[in-house]
């Protein structure tokens, strides 16, 4: 098990001294200056002492080019650090004024299909464009000048959620910047004609001139050009926010840089992001129409925290109810929004941070809730955001702590995109579906998954859980075949290892770069239709659970037979195996397993690694521990609808209710506990 | 009440010298011109009054620039006016010939994305380009004076459906016209800054050139600068419709002049369009997959007459039979279009025009029904359309009479496009659904409603009844307390007066404008998930119905709760409210009741507002008075498949059988009655 | 009866000397060199003896304009001729190389929105293109004199899939092109203008510039333009395959040329195709989604027969498993791949190829199965390659026999394209609906269908079939009428014979054309509301069946009522009638009748014509019988789970096992049998 304690220092551990985070974006320019006493006044009240300021703001500080108008941002600067309040001071570039787009209109991005967008919403512009990139640097060149020195300022904030809305750009200035970018990667023309398998369907380029964006085209595109086109654009948006910092760094060498993620989505490839922020920020919102969305959040979260490199991180944003932009925006229950906030730091975040502070009067978001809502502070909303700082307060001892875990999870963002492309045997095969189920069974079982990327060092755990890892490099398939050789434990699921680096699938049989860790060999892949299940049997033939989806054509190479189809596309073959190899086990589940299929299987892997949860929890009840050298933080999370009590192995004391508790801790529905013991090895 | 008949005469009256008008849209230059004679002697067979010549004609009256071929249209306004029809002349410039976009391509309209539509169906122009205004004047001007001394012409036409397919177009003519618009409502800049609260991501302009319309974007446009490029829309296609009105009147001042709305539909706003109609008309046609789409009928019918403040009306266009551009278009039943014109002359229509005389062989609508089908006049729709000739002219004695209501219901458009903007909190709320249920639930308990404007005076009225009125002005929201205070009965729904005109949220908790009236105060809005339902209770707990799509944390000011929700997001939270104020009532429905709740609300209220029906009707048998200075005329519409019997409060004369009836009338399955008696005081 | 084997003999007897063709598309280029002799092995193994090379080597012959390697392609059809394999050689002009629109934009092919799509995939060209026509043609010269003379080939294959992706430009180039087709086919622009019917909705063009293709337009556009545009571009398409083809004459005129067909689709006009190839080749891929799926294939390849006009013709691409772009891609069980190509060669194909020899290991098709799989030739997969290779040699005998037929089956595209254009009655009618269940149906009781086109000569066929025949010309639908009056049998279905070729409505009542042998008359279409079905009845009231989708206000005139609707729109008017006309009988099918009302109708209608099945086959068993003066082949293909027993008239020998049988045959699930007996007079 790896240490979890363990690394430098980290500019995290000072940003509130020491305390946990807790504000939100804070927009003073949408207000008249009158009201931002009265803001600060309501800050204090609630123990906010983090906002983030100026992630909009743009437009007020340069309203036509060339002319700068920072003296507002100053006052508002002056008047939290007068309060007490820490700011993340954001560089402004998240979205240009119209008078940027409207002087040159060739920044603004462009669709797959050519349409060109227009500005009236945020984030209009291209990546790639060099007037965009003139401009935006030059503003944070001129933030970082007069507000650099600024004694509120503990952390800059590049951009906003990048890639957000214009993951990629497809106008001609993005495709110039793609041959470049092609021409870097591959050098020769036929490296790339190699590496896209342009002999197929006469795609074979004489030169990087006639290279395209994957835009709009009769049939399907070539596979490796959108592979490597989610690649550019990655690279294009990690090269502005690098060229912000870069900036910054200079003025203020002492404060730490971030940009705020969106850990769940794979807009960008998040592990090469994650080498470039001093702290690892995201934000994260829950799925409304997902009654047990809490476990979503919590497989974000520990994402993030896999990002992160196990260090503690930020929660930069999320809701203290409703969000505006899903169909149905269901608003959270009482004591909802604390618990989700105690979730994320249960799970590394050293603070919980809200978009935004006030709700809008105006404007695309105004239905979005926020930490004072229309309704004003008389307000159950408005008391539990009290609530919810103080209690934070009361966590302070948390703070730096680190959470324990030990199984792996591994995750990459460019398999996800792999396992996402066009013309697959399966629309339904999706990339987190697997991860988050594997996660989600753990969860129940009172684990804790820490993810990592594909060529991790997993010497820590006992078990590490590959699912749909679709795109694997020879290397990093190599370090998990040598795992399991050394003795780990390893699961993977189906439509993992097909293809390498270029997309080109691997020859012989699937699952390609897994068959000989899993001592199978599947000749084919037999999705099933929709709404189409199978049985599943064991090794007696008694049902043991069923699948859909997706089946193979498994054939045992040296692996056994742990559970097989009883009847769909293969009846008899192979569902889930398990291989002896080396030292370990690796286990392969080739079918959807439904999940108490998937529970089941993953309670016996489990127990053959030597994997147990730190106590039973009764369902529903969420269970993480974080840990420094001096102390364990057991953190519970009631998400049932009753009263649960929970045993303790040790007596510690409940930050929450400030209270010793000895034997068992009662948690009302929804409530939650942080008992605090001494710590153990680790 | 207000009196059922009042105001100057209209010209409505003289229409068709005090007879009920019967017709359609006549399309001669579709056929050979040896099939007019018939059509002639075919329409006198049917008992036509009045045909729609012209709308479609520009090609065949300007069949090149500057060649104009007017010979045709006089030939047959002869041979009509020759055969006792009046005509209803069509200033023909909805759609205008390919020779203008060929020539001038910028005429063309442009979609939000910037598609350039193409010539090719109809109506393809952008409503603010000078070079169709130019043209379209031209060829009115031309229409007026060779035309408009013509015997058979009653009535002008001005274009047709007006902003049907383009109700707003993107062009940059368009985005022009929309900043000179602009620059007209908000003088200053800044003053449009504030407005569309352009603080919010970074939007503030600085300058008028820098606005564009609503194009696509890469996230939510901005909430205002679509509701205000909705007005601007609906503004430039009535310059249109005016300047066409105003060279008419100067040729014909005695002509009146109408255009043919859709009141039904949101695409301008007709409350500013009705003030420009010397006559109101409109089109309806039925929603095919709807069984019982009578009812649906009969709301636009009362909305149009609300357009036309409660004086006689005109239905321009609706179908004998199937229409072609539902996905599934049912043919009418037996007797459904004598009983669906019945419905509408019941309410208000002094007449029942058809689109179209002669079905199409050819083009985009050879499928739709029409007075003389595809079969010919050997056919059962033909013998309807003779027989229902017939019943109009015994119904001549109704025209002009007015209907008679207690019961106001506000709808209007601006509420409608803010209603239903982009990134609100469910997409299940829609501006017409609570409208058409408590107009239905009326409806069902024999009660007729006007529709009015928000502003309107509601000083004879004992109830309104205001549903999702989403934005409205603090003025509008005023008048409809003072309304209460006076004494009136109201009943509001839930998201009302949340937004005022700029679309701004009132602040302090919902439903803003509305909460001093009805005594309540909502922290949160509560949608519910797809296919959620909560239960709901009555203050002894015993289940009152269920509601969907909506809830409330409504808080109690003042108001006591009617029906609580016993479950869902906020248990025990009111679901409707009443409040006593002033020496009115005011009714809250903060959920989305189901129909039989709906219904058990409607009792109450207008129990308590003294609002009783004319008569007990049967299910299914709808009920409405029109009635003038001498006479009543109670129209009873059977839309069962059963025979029914309606008991009369006094005897009176069945125009339609033309027999006295006393005590009751009987009707079979689909069967009408008008019955006249003698007027009684209003 | 038609005589089952007639006519010329085709240069398909001759294609692989006197065997069944087995192998498919072959695409070494994809592959190193020294891959390519263990490939030849390997065919060599499974019995290939034809392979199609080149259809997308465009950019391998010709990697930069003017620059010509042809060398490899000398080299693999050296190598292939060595090992005794045949060469269907492509033109390679399916898909342009990236140089070409690289320098040559406006080459890319444009949608009906004005998006221009991008190079990327394939077929990315305007088929109207004069530079794409240059190029291509250029290419195809080239390859005639470099390869034309080459032993290995033994079949032109000009382009691939013809109008797949790109059915329809959009572009200037192509609106420039269907204005000169326009004129040749109109002369005068006010013969367009009565055929468009251009009198409704202000379309009157004045000169031929006027016309557009049918871009997208604010509301529905004019259907005919539509229509002549599809008739356009298939012609366009068709020039381009008849100018290759030319060149491939010239050069070598005995070798014969064919393009490959995807018969079951509507993207051009197939018969007229059909007159321009030598050799009737198509294209086949199962629906994964549907269990059922062979009974579309059976149809299918009854309509390219029909193409053939009962010729052989050749099966040129199918899959040996899943294909890449359905949304689930269900693979094929044990023995489906030799049962599918069993069902086509039973139904007239000279051979069964697929795509592709070798599985990708990149590219948009890399999850495509192929003859050899990713798993290599340790296979399932391939070892059944390597059986239906044996198989398809012990049935060379039936190697141009013809398929015997006894009922005619109308289709055309034509029909199709005008049956389903836009603002119809219902969207619920699809033209291939009523043409798979009349098929289908019949084919459950042992009888097998030849596909004619309307205007074919039936007096051979005792009963024809006309489903949907949307547009008829008069001309056609007058020898359909005659065929009755001599004595033939005729059922036609619901939205027949309604439009002449200008798609203009035939007036006095439905189904205009058909109106006089159907003795009836229908008055009005009433179709039914999604998920709505009415109960059939017959003349005693006993019900018999039920409908959904469509019913008419059918009147009789002569015929007598079979089928009667007990409710619905229309309770009581007949849904199936009878008419004794001539010498003949005509059945009218006015309903949707449910799959066992159809099979009833079918059973009663073949009754009476003197049909009947060769033998009774059980339920699932598929039989056909091809036929050559020698001998007779019984195809007997068991689509079931279970093994059945098919009792057989006469002795004879099974192909398939290799062994005599008498009495009857045993088919195992899955099982096939083809039984050979001494022919019997036609």
Not at 261 to 283: C, N, P, Q
Not at 424 to 451: F, K
Request: proline share 7%; net charge negative.
């Amino acid at each position: 098990m790896p240490s979890p304690y363990s690394g430098p220092s980290t500019p995290t551990r000072t940003l509130a001294g020491g305390a946990l985070s807790f504000g939100g974006d804070y927009n003073p320019e949408q207000w008249p200056e009158d009201v931002w006493p009265e803001d600060i006044a309501l800050m204090r009240e609630a123990g906010v002492n983090l906002v983030t300021v100026g992630v909009f703001s743009w437009a007020h500080l340069e309203p036509e080019p060339g002319v700068h108008t920072h003296d507002w941002l100053h006052r508002i600067l002056d008047l939290l650090h007068a309060g007490g309040i820490s700011v993340d001071l954001a560089t402004a570039t998240a979205s240009p004024p119209p008078w940027l787009s409207h002087r040159h209109p060739e920044v603004l991005p462009q669709r797959a299909d050519g349409t060109r967008l227009s500005f009236g919403s945020r984030q209009a512009y291209c990546p790639s464009s060099p007037v965009y990139r003139e401009h935006a640097r030059a503003l944070v060149e001129r933030i970082a000048q007069r507000h650099g020195d600024h004694p509120a300022l503990r952390l800059w904030h590049v951009g906003n959620e990048f890639a957000d809305h214009v993951p990629t750009c497809f106008c001609e200035i993005s495709a110039t910047a793609f041959r470049d970018w092609l021409r870097e990667r591959y050098g020769e023309i036929d490296s790339l004609n190699a590496a896209w398998g342009t002999s197929f369907w006469s795609q074979r380029y004489s030169c990087f001139e006639e290279v395209q964006p994957p835009r709009a085209t009769p049939a399907f595109g070539n596979p490796t050009q959108a592979l490597d086109f989610r690649r550019f654009s990655s690279d294009e948006h990690l090269a502005n926010h690098v060229a912000e910092r870069e900036i910054l760094r200079d003025h203020t060498p002492g404060v730490p840089v971030t940009t705020n993620f969106m850990a769940g989505r794979e807009v960008v490839d998040y592990w090469r992001w994650a080498e470039e922020v001093d702290l690892v920020s995201t934000d994260h919102y829950l799925v409304a129409a997902d009654p047990r969305a809490h476990r979503e959040l919590s497989f974000c979260a520990d994402l993030t925290r896999g990002l992160a490199d196990g260090r503690p991180w930020l929660l930069m944003e999320h809701s203290t109810s409703a969000v505006n932009w899903q169909p149905r925006n269901v608003a959270k229950r009482p004591g909802q929004t604390i618990r989700n906030s105690l979730q994320h730091v249960a799970r590394g975040s050293d603070g919980a941070l809200f978009f935004q502070w006030r709700a809008s009067r105006a404007g695309a978001e105004k239905f979005h809730s926020a930490l004072v809502p229309h309704a004003g502070t008389d307000s159950r909303l408005w008391r539990e955001v009290v609530e919810l700082g103080a209690l934070l307060g009361r966590l302070a001892p948390v703070c730096g702590s680190r959470v324990v875990s030990q199984v792996a999870l591994v995750v990459d963002y460019q398999a996800w995109w792999a396992c996402e492309g066009t013309a697959h045997p399966s629309v339904d095969v999706r990339y987190r579906d697997r991860a988050e189920a594997l996660h989600g069974a753990l969860m129940d079982a009172g684990l804790t998954v820490d993810v990592v990327r594909p060529g991790a060092d997993l010497s820590g755990y006992p078990l590490a859980l590959v699912p749909t890892l679709h795109l694997v490099s020879d290397e990093d398939a190599a370090r998990l075949t040598d795992y399991v050789r050394g003795g780990g434990h390893l699961l993977v699921t189906y439509f993992s290892g097909i293809v390498d680096e270029h997309d080109h699938v691997r020859l012989g049989g699937y699952p390609g770069a897994f068959r000989e860790v899993l001592g199978v060999r599947s000749e084919e892949f037999c999705p099933l239709r929709a709404g189409e299940s199978v049985r599943l049997v064991d090794p007696d033939g008694a049902t043991a659970g069923t699948a859909d989806v997706w089946t193979e054509d498994v054939h045992l190479e040296g692996a056994r037979t742990v559970l097989a189809c009883a009847d769909g596309p293969v009846p008899g073959a192979p569902a889930v195996t398990r291989n002896a190899y080396g030292d370990g086990v690796a286990w392969y589940a080739a079918v959807r397993t439904d999940p108490q299929t998937t529970a089941d299987l993953l309670r016996r892997v489990c127990a053959e690694a030597g994997v147990a949860a730190a106590l039973p929890v009764p369902p529903g009840v969420e269970a993480v521990v974080r840990q420094d050298e001096q102390h364990r933080f057991l953190f519970l999370l009631n998400h049932t609808d009753g009263e649960v009590s929970v045993p303790l192995p040790e007596p510690g004391e409940d930050l929450v209710s400030g209270t010793a508790v000895t034997g068992a801790v009662a948690l009302v529905a929804g409530g939650v506990a942080v008992v605090r013991t001494e710590a153990r090895a680790g």
